[in-house]
């Protein structure tokens, strides 16, 4: 691992500041600074920009009401979203909420509801899915100072604030501490207490069952301190700077393995940042792979500083997935896919599909656990992506029963081939005829380029087929046919081990009873009655 005091060209920025924050956001690429207090002896509430790729900084003109000028605020990024809450105005402690929408540069001051928190500073705050936790800090009451070891809860979709009283042993009142996230997880790291000790221990708060407990770290222990800052990347959480009681600052870095509990102090190559606290920073990874940044912050004469440094910590995540952003399941639907795979497992057919790429026309498997999607789970296909997955699930001399998912939507119908097929063993069910017109000598020469037959399903199961195109151009391969307890197909299956429908041309949608054309993407054939589909 590696500093790098990064060079700014054409000069600007923030300035000199302390008590400010910065967060990333379109991954990585843009570095927002708001608030603090600066080398004239002033708060500010301006917002600067760094653009990570070009290196160079602007102050970008917003829009709406600004925030008053404060410090010692959290700020945090909700999609392209900051959150400012809370700080200080050098007076008074503050409370208030504001938003700065970044791809507009507008301000919003959003109408709120609920018990919000007392006014504070030197709190902390993280993201849990759509949930923004506040914990601690501190504030003046009536000339006295009041630490807090409490956490209040806002929904930031509704502007809901709730305060939560987790089960277990919180953490002792404070301020000046970190706060961090982690899967569903709130970290918090040091601090200063009532009693003006400095700590080092480390709290999780689970969010899922709002519960606190205290992790039992071993390795390199992190020395006690507040004013600290503190990066999550991943698992990994990389702590830098801060002070003591005895007013000494640090200029080291720690890194937590929150998974392990393990501490390491990390040892670096490269001109690193004096020692200093009440420095901001934030990851830009995935935009840089790995990288952190760190800007301004106090020295030890109380002088606010303005450099700038990348810690390049070569590490990649497997995923580039924002793990602080993304909300673990409910229970309850934890249980239900819990019972879905044990259906899978307990069937003792092969519940595989073939997915298709229809951009590449590429034939991929999938594992053999897996199980079409539920319609209540249609909209999390992502958007812009083209999927075919299918199973045949009966197999008869003219064609196929199939369930398809079709980009995320759940599908079942017929199709038939136009081409002859060889000679099977003949079909002994009846199939209900459900055109007036046809003749024994029709069915006997085989016309398969006039599509005159529907299945007649039971009644419960009509309402489970939607309309769909598919394209001809692919192959339907289905190495071990699965049978479905829910289709009541009158067709024997005469599916082989392993068979290939190829020249797929038609599809009957048995919901409308409508005969569709694949080639033609949703041509009607002609039907000569649809009275039996209606029937059902």
Same mark, same amino acid.
């Given at each position: 691992?590696?500093?790098?005091?990064?060079?700014?060209?054409?000069?600007?920025?923030?300035?000199?500041?302390?008590?400010?924050?910065?967060?990333?956001? +379109?991954?990585?690429?843009?570095?927002?600074?708001?608030? #603090?207090?600066?080398?004239?002896?002033?708060?500010?509430?301006?917002?600067?920009?760094?653009?990570?790729?070009?290196?160079?900084?602007? =102050?970008? !003109?917003?829009?709406?009401?600004?925030?008053?000028?404060?410090?010692?605020?959290?700020?945090?990024? !909700?999609?392209?979203?900051?959150?400012?809450?809370?700080?200080?105005?050098?007076?008074?402690?503050?409370?208030?909420?504001?938003?700065?929408?970044?791809?507009?540069?507008?301000?919003? *001051?959003?109408?709120?509801?609920?018990?919000?928190?007392?006014?504070?500073?030197?709190?902390?705050?993280?993201?849990?899915?759509?949930?923004?936790?506040?914990?601690?800090?501190?504030?003046?009451?009536?000339?006295?100072?009041?630490?807090?070891?409490?956490?209040?809860?806002?929904?930031?979709?509704?502007?809901?604030?709730?305060?939560?009283?987790?089960?277990?042993?919180?953490?002792?009142?404070?301020?000046?501490?970190?706060?961090?996230?982690?899967?569903?997880?709130? &970290?918090?790291?040091?601090?200063?207490?009532? *009693?003006?000790?400095?700590?080092?221990?480390?709290?999780?708060?689970?969010?899922?069952?709002?519960?606190?407990?205290?992790?039992?770290?071993? #390795?390199?222990?992190?020395?006690?301190?507040?004013?600290?800052?503190?990066?999550?990347?991943?698992?990994?959480?990389? !702590?830098?700077?801060?002070?003591?009681?005895?007013?000494?600052?640090?200029?080291?870095?720690? $890194?937590?393995?929150?998974?392990?509990?393990?501490?390491?102090?990390?040892?670096?190559?490269?001109?690193?940042? @004096?020692?200093?606290?009440? $420095?901001?920073?934030?990851? %830009?990874?995935?935009?840089?792979?790995?990288?952190?940044?760190?800007?301004?912050?106090?020295?030890?004469?109380?002088?606010? %500083?303005?450099?700038?440094?990348? %810690?390049?910590?070569?590490?990649?995540? /497997?995923? /580039?997935?924002?793990?602080?952003?993304?909300?673990?399941?409910?229970?309850?639907? +934890?249980?239900?896919?819990?019972?879905?795979?044990? +259906?899978?497992?307990?069937?003792?057919?092969?519940?595989?599909?073939?997915?298709?790429?229809?951009?590449?026309?590429?034939?991929?498997?999938?594992? $053999?656990?897996?199980?079409?999607?539920?319609?209540?789970?249609?909209?999390?296909?992502?958007?812009?992506?083209?999927?075919?997955?299918?199973?045949?699930?009966?197999?008869?001399?003219?064609?196929?029963?199939? /369930?398809?998912? &079709?980009?995320?939507?759940?599908?079942?119908?017929?199709?038939?081939?136009?081409?002859?097929?060889? =000679?099977?063993?003949?079909?002994?069910? @009846?199939?209900?005829?459900?055109?007036? #017109?046809?003749?024994?000598?029709?069915?006997?020469?085989?016309?398969?380029?006039?599509?005159?037959?529907?299945?007649?399903?039971?009644?419960?199961?009509?309402?489970?087929?939607?309309?769909?195109?598919?394209?001809?151009?692919?192959?339907?391969?289905? =190495?071990?046919?699965?049978?479905?307890?829910?289709?009541?197909?009158?067709?024997?299956?005469?599916?082989?081990?392993?068979? =290939?429908?190829?020249?797929?041309?038609? $599809?009957?949608?048995?919901?409308?009873?409508?005969?569709?054309?694949?080639?033609?993407?949703?041509?009607? !054939?002609?039907?000569?009655?649809?009275?039996?589909?209606?029937?059902?």
């Amino acid at each position: 691992m590696r500093w790098e005091r990064v060079g700014v060209h054409g000069g600007g920025g923030p300035g000199k500041r302390w008590g400010h924050t910065c967060n990333a956001v +379109q991954g990585g690429r843009l570095l927002y600074v708001f608030g #603090g207090f600066g080398d004239d002896n002033r708060h500010t509430n301006k917002v600067h920009v760094f653009d990570t790729v070009n290196r160079i900084w602007s =102050e970008p !003109v917003t829009k709406g009401a600004l925030p008053s000028p404060r410090d010692s605020h959290s700020c945090t990024a !909700v999609g392209d979203n900051l959150f400012v809450f809370g700080g200080t105005n050098g007076r008074d402690s503050l409370n208030d909420l504001h938003i700065l929408d970044t791809s507009s540069n507008t301000w919003i *001051s959003p109408s709120l509801r609920g018990d919000p928190p007392n006014p504070r500073e030197g709190h902390s705050a993280a993201l849990i899915g759509k949930r923004l936790f506040i914990f601690g800090g501190c504030g003046n009451v009536d000339g006295t100072e009041i630490f807090y070891d409490d956490v209040y809860v806002l929904n930031t979709e509704t502007f809901m604030w709730k305060r939560i009283e987790p089960s277990g042993i919180p953490p002792s009142k404070r301020e000046s501490h970190s706060c961090s996230s982690w899967n569903s997880k709130i &970290i918090i790291i040091g601090g200063q207490d009532t *009693s003006s000790f400095y700590q080092s221990d480390v709290h999780i708060l689970d969010t899922d069952t709002l519960a606190w407990c205290k992790l039992n770290t071993t #390795g390199q222990i992190l020395p006690p301190r507040a004013g600290h800052t503190t990066i999550s990347l991943g698992k990994n959480l990389f !702590v830098f700077g801060g002070f003591t009681d005895n007013q000494s600052l640090f200029d080291d870095v720690y $890194v937590l393995d929150v998974a392990a509990g393990t501490w390491s102090e990390v040892m670096l190559t490269g001109e690193g940042p @004096s020692a200093r606290f009440s $420095v901001a920073g934030d990851c %830009l990874d995935p935009h840089l792979g790995g990288a952190l940044v760190f800007i301004g912050g106090c020295n030890n004469t109380l002088q606010p %500083l303005e450099d700038m440094y990348y %810690l390049h910590t070569g590490i990649v995540r /497997e995923s /580039e997935r924002d793990e602080r952003r993304i909300e673990k399941l409910s229970l309850r639907k +934890q249980l239900k896919l819990k019972c879905q795979k044990q +259906q899978a497992l307990a069937s003792p057919c092969d519940n595989s599909l073939d997915r298709f790429d229809n951009s590449a026309n590429v034939h991929h498997q999938l594992p $053999v656990n897996y199980t079409l999607p539920s319609r209540q789970n249609e909209h999390q296909t992502p958007l812009g992506t083209k999927t075919f997955q299918a199973k045949v699930t009966k197999s008869f001399p003219n064609g196929y029963t199939v /369930e398809t998912v &079709i980009d995320g939507k759940r599908l079942r119908g017929l199709l038939f081939s136009t081409k002859p097929r060889p =000679e099977q063993t003949p079909c002994n069910d @009846s199939i209900r005829n459900t055109g007036s #017109g046809e003749t024994d000598r029709e069915k006997q020469n085989g016309d398969h380029n006039s599509v005159r037959e529907v299945t007649r399903l039971s009644e419960t199961n009509v309402n489970d087929f939607q309309q769909a195109d598919v394209s001809c151009g692919n192959s339907i391969r289905n =190495e071990a046919p699965v049978g479905d307890a829910t289709t009541k197909s009158p067709f024997p299956s005469y599916a082989s081990p392993a068979h =290939e429908v190829h020249d797929v041309s038609h $599809v009957v949608n048995l919901e409308s009873g409508m005969v569709t054309n694949a080639v033609d993407y949703g041509t009607k !054939v002609s039907k000569e009655n649809s009275s039996a589909t209606n029937d059902s």
